[in-house]
């Protein structure tokens, strides 16, 4: 039993940052339908940024805030100026397929330039216990969940309490209507591409100490993340978030209760399931569509 | 007088040019990317090392030794391309790969050519198969495992112990004799847990010890994968005392986990921090050319070409159909051939016999705190 709650614990540390990243899939998609397959390494890049600014001297929180200022010009406004802009009037699928390219050509760089090595991290959470329950809980895991908390609980608020939030809501529901009644579309799906660049800035500040830095990290984290937001429903910030926490528990629990060979294909299982029974994901909408 | 001169600088010029036409080429496949990148990096280094320092003082029988390395990319499919596409090239000897699952499947094309290769995998089987060309440059886990299990039950005072081991060719070979040692002699292996390379998540593993409440963890993963699980364990609370190989206590995985590295043991065939003057030579010179300190691949991938250039000084020739035949049996001793660092002899599968330690970790340094001796 006790181990059980340790699992779950830790599920759900894992599961936060899966959704931190799975956010990101549906806010993309809703606002651009990009689907961004180097999302996984747009988590890995961040901290090579990081890294890259303690090595040049900077203190760890300066690297820390020139990580997520330079995530965000080259994930948020580069990525989309760049990559999605020109794609975009090609279609859906040519632009996932770029997408595609951009991810090997990311690993590819970072191999290239810092090296094929993993490195280490630090934690921006100290090591160390506190009990809960008469268990104990390591720091890491709870700083891990509520700074993801933090983020996902500041997302939801800004998207729908706030007139900003409205505005992007409008341009991602109907552009069109949004521009008669003067939202600025374009404007507001720059900021949500800011907003993607942030959330996996943020992810790769939590999960690297824990899976170190090394350019292949992408792969799993993108994988785990897309699945996420498919089982939630990709049309749904909320959906992204619970198919994370599910599947990081469900990942968890797999490798403990299944097997470690097979806790890959668990959640892979589980996606399969809810594309059959229910595909339009467990709280997302069916979206129809027209000719 | 004139035509002397003439004649001389002619003579030079045509042995120098005869000299590097006659180089010897080594022909090198390791891990310089994927998940073994540690490894492969290191081996390459040494060999680098050891190649520029015997071309220095005049080569081997006067020739220079050249090399070419190629990257096989941690994967042995990769590996098994390189490695014929290496034996092509007619090589005097294959150095690599290091991954035991690479040597797997490239030992039988080197032996099918006649070429010996010189390998730095570890799993007990590779030399087990009557393959006359391979040789190891570190202990087979048939020579380091029933140490390492001596241990756990002697000194650790184990009654139960979690076995993890990595789902490959490597963590197979040492789990199996591992466990078979412990259960000889009378250690209880209440936790078997496989793993898979380059995993990154080891919650639930490391949730399994915990439920098992083992007296002693014995850690058998590659080198990112025991920084990882090593950081989890500390993460969990895990105070069960760990034991492991080289790749639990290297270098890089001390640089990796950092504070979780500590109190972690190990049995080493292979240390940078060996209290052998040699050792400490080549450490200091590795890291003043690298800038980082070398682990035991390092070490492995510098023996294996002076492994080379003792067997071709025995044999007083160049001759790789004969190479194999005279590094059996052979006794090389550091006193003779300073670069081979410790006294080593080979066997006639091509495992080695050597001096070896066991090492902890404190304070993020390898402190050696017994010396193993050669078994002959």
Known sequence: MSNLFDLLVAGLATGAIYALVAVGFTLLWQTSQTINFAQGEFVMLPAFLMLAAMHVGAPFWLAIILGILLSMILLGLAFKLLLVDPMMRHGVLP?????????????????????????????????????????????????????????VVGLTTLLNRTSLGHQMQAAAQNPTVARIIWVPVERMILLTFLINAFLVALASLLITPI???????????????????????????????????LIGVLDNLAAAYVSTQYRAAVPMIFLIAVILFRPQGLLGRAEERTV | ???????????????????????????????????????????????????????????????????????????????????????????????????????????????EAGIAQIMGGEAAELTQGGNKFLFRTSFGQQSSMPKVAKYIHDEMKAKTVAVVWVNNDFGRGGRDVVIKELDRLGSKVVADLSTEAGQADFAADVGKIKAANPDAVFVYLNEEESARILKELKRQGVTAPLMGETTLIGQKVIELAGDAANGARGHVGLTTDAPVDLIKAFREKFSK????????????????????????????????????????????????????????????????????????????????????????
Request: charged share 20%; hydrophobic share 45%.
């Open chain 2, 289 to 376: 050319k690298y800038n980082y300190v070398p682990d035991h691949n390092g070490l492995k991938g510098y023996l294996a070409v002076y492994m080379v250039k003792a067997t071709t000084e025995k044999m007083g020739k160049v001759d790789p159909k004969k190479f194999a035949d005279t590094l059996h049996g052979l006794t090389i001793k550091a006193a003779d051939e300073p670069g081979i660092l410790m006294d080593v002899t080979f066997s006639d599968t091509g495992d080695i016999d050597r001096q070896s330690f066991l090492v902890e970790v404190v304070e993020g340094k390898q402190i050696v705190k017994q010396v193993l001796p050669k078994v002959k």
């Open chain 1, 95 to 151: 632009l996932a397929i770029a997408t595609m390219a951009l991810a090997i050509g990311l690993k590819e760089a970072v191999k290239q330039f810092f090296s094929a090595e993993a490195s280490p991290f630090p934690s921006i959470v100290p090591t160390g216990d506190v009990s809960i329950l008469d268990h104990a809980v390591s720091l890491q895991s709870i700083g891990v969940l509520v700074v993801a908390i933090l983020a």
């Open chain 2, 1 to 111: 007088m004139k035509s002397t001169l003439l004649v001389s600088a002619l003579l030079t010029a045509m042995t120098a040019t005869s000299a590097f036409a006659q180089a010897i080429k080594l022909a090198d496949v390791a891990e310089l990317s994927g998940g073994g990148a540690t490894v492969g990096t290191n081996w390459k280094n040494g060999i680098d090392l050891a190649i520029e320092e015997i071309n220095a003082k005049g080569g081997v029988l006067g020739r220079k030794l050249e090399v070419t390395h190629a990257d096989s990319q941690s994967n042995p499919g990769v590996a098994r391309a390189q490695v014929q596409k290496a034996l092509d090239a007619e090589p005097y000897v294959l150095l690599g790969p290091g991954y035991s699952g690479s040597v797997k499947v490239t030992a039988p094309l080197a032996a």
């Open chain 1, 211 to 245: 899976y170190l830095a090394k350019f292949s990290s992408g792969e799993v984290l993108g994988q785990a993340a897309f699945i996420a937001a498919i089982v939630g429903g990709f049309n749904q910030v909320r959906g992204a978030i619970a198919g994370g926490l």
